[in-house]
């Protein structure tokens, strides 16, 4: 996994030097080409079927598998199959996605779980919009305890619809 906070702030890729993140936008030109002329998207590799799910794998892969591969598969899932496009990145490689969120005037709630893989994004967005900004008192960062990033999915035992129906009242009716 990469460090989809770094991304959010750097871009993809942003460790490379000029040349290197210059040579990774041809090779996904190149890529996008060949899917062009193939009239077929190449594949990254999506996630591993159980049986080959390795016993010390993190346990987000294991969420995931559990999600995409069990109780949330769907034929044309990017999950449950092939996984994105090998040139599906490539857009987020200038995209420096938190750089203008302390500018959102308008209400934002965010819901992530509390021991998902990827709370900490959520976590640094928030602060991002609130730590000395105008306009953040109608910003929240909901944490469901206990629940992992799959389980926002379809869990429906876990989510607090109420709290956000109460956050949707207050700032979008």
Do not use: W
């Amino acid at each position: 996994m990469y460090d989809m906070s770094r991304v959010a702030n750097y871009g993809y890729n942003d460790s490379n030097d000029e040349d290197a993140r210059y040579q990774a936008r041809v090779d996904y030109n190149k890529t996008r080409t060949e899917d062009l002329k193939n009239k077929k998207y190449a594949l990254a590799g999506g996630n591993p079927n159980p049986e080959d799910l390795p016993e010390d794998a993190p346990q987000f892969l294991k969420d995931y598998v559990s999600f995409y591969k069990g109780r949330g598969y769907h034929k044309i899932s990017l999950g449950s199959n092939g996984g994105f496009t090998i040139s599906s990145m490539g857009s987020l490689m200038n995209t420096t996605m938190l750089t203008y969120s302390k500018e959102i005037r308008s209400a934002v709630l965010m819901i992530h779980g509390e021991n998902a893989h990827s709370c900490y994004f959520s976590k640094d967005a928030y602060k991002n919009m609130t730590e000395g900004r105008k306009y953040s008192d109608n910003k929240e960062l909901m944490i469901i305890p206990n629940a992992v990033h799959c389980d926002l999915y379809d869990k429906m035992d876990v989510i607090s619809f109420d709290k956000i129906e109460k956050f949707f009242n207050k700032y979008l009716v």
